[in-house]
């Protein structure tokens, strides 16, 4: 069982920057696959970035390829979500979600994952 809380979320203007984090609660936190997602007002939950459990490699939707960068401080227990870039399509309540692994494998879709933060709301004004 593992706990989620992210933060980081706020108001920022388009082309700027935010960096979300989701501190988890447990051990062996190198053993989990964490992702993030986010869910615009009307839309489903969207797959926006995974760090593979146990060194493995990150995974990015094309829609933030190139602007949005995950990482991980397993010694933290925390997850980072760092923002550039950002656009107004880009506004949303955005997920910390966690999958307990045993070697990394490629999980983008909202039903693999069995642990989730409450979400943190990222609003991006032009």
């Known amino acids: 069982q593992v706990q989620l809380v992210e933060s980081g979320g706020g108001l920022v203007q388009t082309g700027g920057s935010l960096r979300l984090s989701c501190a988890a609660s447990g051990r062996t936190f190198s053993r989990y696959n964490m992702a993030w997602f986010r869910q615009a007002p009307g839309k489903e939950r969207e797959f926006i970035a995974e760090?593979?459990?146990?060194?493995?490699?990150?995974y990015y939707a094309d829609s933030v390829k190139g602007r949005f960068t995950i990482s991980r401080d397993n010694a933290k227990n925390t997850v980072y979500l760092q923002m550039d870039s950002l656009k107004s399509e880009d506004t949303a309540v955005y997920y910390c979600?966690?999958?307990?692994?045993?070697?990394?494998?490629?999980?983008?879709?909202?039903?693999?994952?069995?642990?989730w933060g409450q979400g943190t709301q990222v609003t991006v004004s032009s």
């Open positions: 760090d593979g459990c146990c060194g493995g490699v990150t």
């Open positions: 979600a966690a999958k307990y692994l045993f070697q990394s494998v490629a999980l983008t879709t909202r039903r693999q994952y069995d642990y």
